[in-house]
């Protein structure tokens, strides 16, 4: 069943560049160089979006907010659902609220979308399981065929998520004429290009990199993910994949907040991760990166293939496929899913059964 895989993470983690062609596949025109999606919105009907999720689908919600508010220009709140469900969000019929979800079960997240629609939003699911009760209830649901996932940590269901997120973003863009046809095209064009960057970022010599980075590692008590702007998020979904299977403590932060507390915790025992890939952020992002260096923290630094310059920085590098910095929380995610995993691994962890957690939540 594992298909000679050790455990269903590992073999969800391989089966991404699959999962991604099947997200974008009808979707993404090419030769137009347009986007086009499956349901049946109107992508004038709102004026505002609220994104409702919890866990792994809320961090994927996280760069879908930074996607939709810079591609679309939709001003956009997003909210963990046990929260949103009970803080009587202010809705009105101008909110479109989506639900991010692997399951389509999550109850907080069900019960978000029943109070926004109480409030009289139109509702979208970014949804994999089909059939699902929030398919069921909601008015549209865009499908993130990311295919079953098995594995208690979610992986390919979350590239596929912001994958989705993507897409929305670039269509609402392209439909409320906030993007040019030259920029759609021209960002088409770089997505579809998803499925074989992360093959790329599977390569042998890749995952030996991390593997040893894992090893090295592995007795570290805690851990600290940062990073910035649409990468922010992927520090968060990397704290939370080693927390879970690791059972390491690991922190995220916006990299820019670390100076206002954080910073406190650094000495030669944290290994501090960060996200510091091509972006018009990333000379920030190194010197924060400074900051941390100076404290004596071991830092471990996610870099564009090609950046030589900033190893200067690092005790560790591991190296991604360059890309768009609007795709590059899909590609960024590989390493973090893969450092949880070979930590776990190297701790003699289950990664597919970890203590405490279910794979879905249907009680509050
Ligand atoms: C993390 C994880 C959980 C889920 C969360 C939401 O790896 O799997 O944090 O992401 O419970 O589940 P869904 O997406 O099914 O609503």
Avoid at 180 to 190: F, G, N, P, T
Avoid at 263 to 280: F, G, K, N, Y
Wanted: glycine share 8%; proline share 4%.
């Amino acid at each position: 069943e594992k298909g000679g895989y050790d455990a269903y993470m590992q073999k969800e983690i391989f089966e991404q560049p699959q999962a991604l062609s099947n997200t974008l596949l009808g979707r993404l025109h090419d030769d137009q160089g347009s986007v086009e999606l499956d349901i049946e919105l109107d992508p004038n009907s709102f004026d505002r979006i609220h994104i409702v999720a919890c866990g792994t689908a809320y961090y994927a919600g996280m760069v879908g907010k930074y996607l939709l508010e810079q591609l679309a220009r939709v001003p956009v709140e997003l909210d963990v659902a046990s929260e949103y469900r009970y803080r009587e969000p202010v809705v009105t019929d101008r909110t479109l609220a989506i639900a991010v979800s692997q399951s389509g079960e999550t109850i907080d997240t069900l019960e978000g979308m029943r109070e926004a629609m109480r409030g009289g939003a139109q509702t979208l699911g970014i949804i994999n399981a089909k059939g699902s009760s929030m398919t069921r209830e909601l008015d549209h649901t865009l499908y993130v065929h990311a295919g079953p996932e098995i594995g208690v940590a979610s992986t390919k269901a979350y590239t596929s998520m912001v994958s989705a997120f993507l897409l929305l973003a670039l269509w609402l863009g392209q439909q409320r004429g906030t993007l040019s046809k030259e920029e759609v095209a021209r960002l088409v064009h770089e997505a579809r290009a998803l499925p074989r960057l992360i093959s790329e970022a599977l390569s042998d010599d890749r995952l030996g990199r991390v593997r040893e980075v894992a090893q090295k590692y592995h007795q570290a008590r805690d851990y600290l993910f940062l990073g910035r702007g649409v990468n922010n998020p992927t520090a968060y979904e990397g704290a939370l994949k080693l927390k879970e299977i690791s059972y390491i403590h690991a922190e995220a932060y916006a990299a820019g907040e670390m100076k206002h507390g954080p910073i406190a915790l650094i000495d030669e025992h944290l290994p501090v991760v960060v996200v510091a890939t091509e972006s018009r952020l990333l000379e920030k992002t190194i010197s924060n990166v400074q900051e941390v260096r100076a404290r004596g923290g071991r830092v471990i630094l996610i870099l564009s293939d090609g950046d030589t310059e900033n190893v200067q920085h690092a005790e560790d590098v591991l190296y991604v496929p360059r890309c768009d910095e609007m795709i590059s929380p899909i590609v960024n995610a590989v390493p973090m899913q893969l450092l949880a995993y070979y930590t776990a691994e190297t701790l003699g962890k289950d990664v597919d059964k970890p203590r405490n957690l279910a794979k879905s939540v249907t009680v509050e």
